[in-house]
Nanobody, 116 residues
Framework: QVQLVESGGGLVQAGGSLRLSCAAS????????MGWFRQAPGKEREFVAT????????VYAGSVKGRFTISRDNAKNTVYLQMNSLKPEDTAVYYC?????????WGQGTQVTVSS
């Protein structure tokens, strides 16, 4: 079993940056591909980015490609999402999970609000 806790969200102006962190408990963290997902008000949760268990492979949603960078530190059981050039449409609650996501692993998420 893995527990995930997201942090690092906040309010930022358009064009700004934030770095999200996802701290995982459990010894099997490094076995999993991990992903970041987000859910905007009134919308379905959507995929943002994923990283392989080793960190050697990443994939991004088209809407964030070139602006966001996913990374991980298996020694620290942590996954990161560096978000640059933020846009108002990036406003959402951001979650991390395994990829593909496991229902029981969803955490509380961290709110990101981008003002125009």
């Amino acid at each position: 079993q893995v527990q995930l806790v997201e942090s690092g969200g906040g309010l930022v102006q358009a064009g700004g940056s934030l770095r999200l962190s996802c701290a995982a408990s459990g010894r099997t963290f490094s076995n999993y591909a991990m992903g970041w997902f987000r859910q905007a008000p009134g919308k379905e949760r959507e995929f943002v980015a994923t990283i392989s268990w080793s960190g050697s492979s990443t994939v991004y949603a088209g809407s964030v490609k070139g602006r966001f960078t996913i990374s991980r530190d298996n020694a620290k059981n942590t996954v990161y999402l560096q978000m640059n050039s933020l846009k108002p449409e990036d406003t959402a609650v951001y979650y991390c999970n395994k990829n593909p996501p496991a229902r029981d692993y969803w955490g509380q998420g961290t709110q990101v609000t981008v003002s125009s």
